[in-house]
């Protein structure tokens, strides 16, 4: 983590670890702004966000979309939720719907229009990890943006 701290300077995000599960990679990445709300949360590099990150390796199952609660994984978020969470508000409101946020930076740098990445979360016991994911044949790209801790 210290060394892709670095990286995040000069970039729009930087890949941290691959996965593989049942012969299909996932690519995860993170963000400067990831990176500067768990600082702020005094959450960078805690117990409970690394091991967020590494419940990635769960990867995304198309046919296991939500989280039937409790299960820990990669789900997809979607905006009908009722009634409207913290994460929704985090993902949607405050990023993805927010002119200027680096959504657009992420899916240039993805090469894909942005309506294309899914907007996901990463649960783990104690922690949410919000990001956007490219779903694609060859793989799976996960790029991480903010966090959720409340339960």
């Given at each position: 983590?210290?060394q892709?701290?670095?990286?995040?300077?000069?970039?729009?995000?930087?890949v941290v670890?691959?996965f593989?599960?049942?012969g299909r990679?996932?690519t995860?990445?993170?963000t400067?702004?990831?990176?500067r709300t768990?600082?702020k949360?005094r959450?960078?590099?805690?117990k409970?966000?690394?091991?967020?990150?590494?419940?990635?390796?769960y990867?995304f199952?198309?046919?296991?979309?939500?989280?039937?609660g409790?299960a820990?994984g990669?789900?997809?978020?979607?905006?009908d939720?009722?009634?409207?969470n913290e994460m929704?508000k985090?993902?949607?409101?405050r990023?993805?719907?927010k002119m200027g946020?680096?959504?657009?930076?992420?899916?240039?740098?993805?090469?894909?229009?942005?309506?294309?990445?899914?907007p996901?979360?990463?649960?783990?016991?104690?922690m949410?990890?919000?990001g956007?994911?490219?779903?694609?044949d060859?793989g799976?790209?996960?790029?991480l943006?903010?966090?959720?801790?409340?339960?």
């Open positions: 983590m210290a892709a701290e670095v990286g995040l300077a000069n970039a729009t995000f930087v670890h691959e593989e599960r049942d990679p996932l995860l990445a993170i400067d702004r990831l990176r768990c600082k949360a959450v960078w590099q805690s409970p966000l690394l091991t967020a990150l590494k419940n990635a390796e990867g199952d198309p046919n296991h979309l939500h989280s039937s409790g820990d990669l789900f997809l978020l979607t905006r939720f009722r009634p409207r929704m985090k993902l949607f409101d990023y993805l719907d946020s680096g959504a657009e930076l992420i899916a240039d740098e993805m090469r894909v229009p942005l309506a294309e990445l899914l996901v979360r990463l649960v783990s016991h104690h949410r990890l919000l956007l994911l490219r779903h694609a060859g799976d790209f996960l790029v943006v903010d966090f959720d801790d409340t339960k």
